[in-house]
């Protein structure tokens, strides 16, 4: 039962003798990050060098020497490098015992990390980017690790169709192209403000040409509402793997959806300024 619940909490436990320089983790941290080795054990220094960020390994390395010598707890974040992926782990321990062993706690905060920032990006001056829609897209698709996502705009004329505004795919942006809602999740986010899907996405929606030539397995969505009440388009995210969805990152969804109504609102008003200056 403590083997699962730190898998659900993506905690592991780690301790270092430094008279003998063994380095232990737990399981779990393998469980968590999928690591292949074939033991739970290590040099402090082949740990370090081998998994932790470069720009990371002298912090974490003060740390745990401060902790020996001045009995100082360690509270820092760190990353981990791991398959070619890039994780965030927030460390805490302490000097367990006279001879200097030091044990604490590794807890993956890769999602709080990423929120955070994408959250900043959120908050950002428009005018400080120079495309406020694909900044926004970027940093809300590398904090959840989604390969798509995409702003449409419902069709005034047409309600039974959408055009995407912006498009990224693995953070590139894509040509913008037209589909119908029906037979698409972006009809759920229209009806109910919200959808979402952990995975089986080309199981739910087997005929929409978009998730099966994309290999879609889960999505994310939130409407975009105007001043009035109205959905007057879609924020989704889409992965080709399964993907949680926490209290934080719908939370985020909404400020981004809110943020993102407005940014289109300004543009409309600007245009009808300038079409009120020039035009008539």
Not at 162 to 185: D, G, M, V, W
């Amino acid at each position: 039962q403590l083997y699962n619940a730190q898998i659900m909490a993506r905690i592991a436990h780690w301790s270092w003798s430094p008279r003998d320089d063994v380095f232990s983790v737990s399981e779990s941290l393998y469980k968590i990050f999928s690591l292949t080795e074939s033991t739970t054990l290590f040099g402090f220094h082949d740990f370090n060098h081998q998994y932790v960020h470069p720009e990371d390994q002298a912090l974490f390395e003060l740390a745990l020497h401060q902790c020996f010598i001045t009995g100082k707890n360690i509270a820092i974040d760190i990353r981990l490098n791991v398959n070619e992926q890039h994780f965030w782990l927030h460390v805490q321990g302490d000097r367990a015992s006279d001879d200097g062993l030091i044990q604490g706690t590794l807890q993956d905060i890769t999602e709080r990390k990423g929120l955070d920032i994408a959250l900043a990006a959120a908050a950002a001056d428009a005018a400080s980017t120079s495309n406020f829609f694909v900044s926004i897209l970027s940093a809300l698709t590398t904090a959840i690790r989604a390969q798509h996502a995409f702003i449409s705009l419902v069709d005034p004329d047409h309600p039974e169709n959408a055009t995407t505004h912006t498009y990224l795919k693995n953070n590139e942006r894509q040509s913008n192209f037209c589909y119908p809602l029906i037979n698409a999740p972006c009809s759920e986010v229209i009806s109910h403000h919200f959808c979402y899907a952990p995975s089986n996405a080309q199981g739910e929606f087997p005929d929409n040409p978009f998730i099966s030539h994309e290999n879609i397995e889960s999505y994310l969505g939130v409407s975009i509402r105007d001043n009035a009440g109205r959905a007057i388009g879609i924020l989704m995210v889409m992965s080709e793997q399964s993907m949680m969805c926490s209290a934080q990152l719908r939370s985020l969804l909404l400020i981004f959806s809110d943020r993102i109504s407005g940014e289109l609102q300004r543009a409309r008003d600007q245009e009808q300024i300038h079409n009120l200056a020039f035009f008539d």
